[in-house]
C-alpha cells in the first residue's frame, strides 16, 4: 500500500505563489505514475497535472499550462507542485494520487490518494 501526505497549501492573493508536496510512505514511489487534482465547493475532483514515474511524461490541464509545474524526486519520495501566478479560480483542495500504471488524467484511474490541501487565492 501507498500512504499520502499533501502539505503546503495555505491562503495567498491573486498573483501570489504557493508550493503543495507529497510524501509518500511506500517502498514503490520510483515505480509510480503521480498526478496532482483539484476539487472546488460543488464541483467534481478535476485533472491538474500528472508525471510519470521516471519524470520523462508531464502533462497539464490547459487551464495551468505555463502556471504550475509538477516535479518529483524519487529519492525522497515526494512529489511537488509549484504554482504561480495563482488566480482565485484555482481556489479548490488540491489532491496528491498515486497509480502503478502509465499517467492518467481520470481520477478513477488512480490507486492511491492523499487527504488534500486546501489553497485559496483572493482577489
Known amino acids: 500500500q501507498v500512504q499520502l501526505v499533501e502539505s503546503g497549501g495555505g491562503l495567498v492573493q491573486a498573483g501570489g505563489s504557493l508550493r503543495l508536496s507529497c510524501a509518500a510512505s511506500?517502498?514503490?514511489?520510483?515505480?509510480?505514475?503521480m498526478g496532482w487534482f483539484r476539487q472546488a465547493p460543488g464541483k467534481e475532483r478535476e485533472f491538474v497535472t500528472v508525471?510519470?514515474?521516471?519524470?520523462?511524461?508531464?502533462y497539464y490541464t490547459d487551464s495551468v499550462k505555463g502556471r504550475f509545474t509538477i516535479s518529483r524526486d524519487n529519492a525522497k519520495n515526494t512529489v511537488y507542485l509549484q504554482m504561480n501566478s495563482l488566480k482565485p479560480e484555482d481556489t479548490a483542495v488540491y489532491y496528491c494520487?498515486?497509480?502503478?500504471?502509465?499517467?492518467?488524467?481520470?481520477?478513477?484511474?488512480?490507486?492511491?490518494w492523499g487527504q488534500g490541501t486546501q489553497v485559496t487565492v483572493s482577489s
Open positions: 494520487a498515486a497509480r502503478h500504471a502509465i499517467v492518467a488524467v481520470t481520477p478513477n484511474l488512480y490507486d492511491y
Open positions: 511506500g517502498r514503490t514511489f520510483s515505480t509510480l505514475a
Open positions: 508525471i510519470s514515474s521516471s519524470g520523462s511524461n508531464i
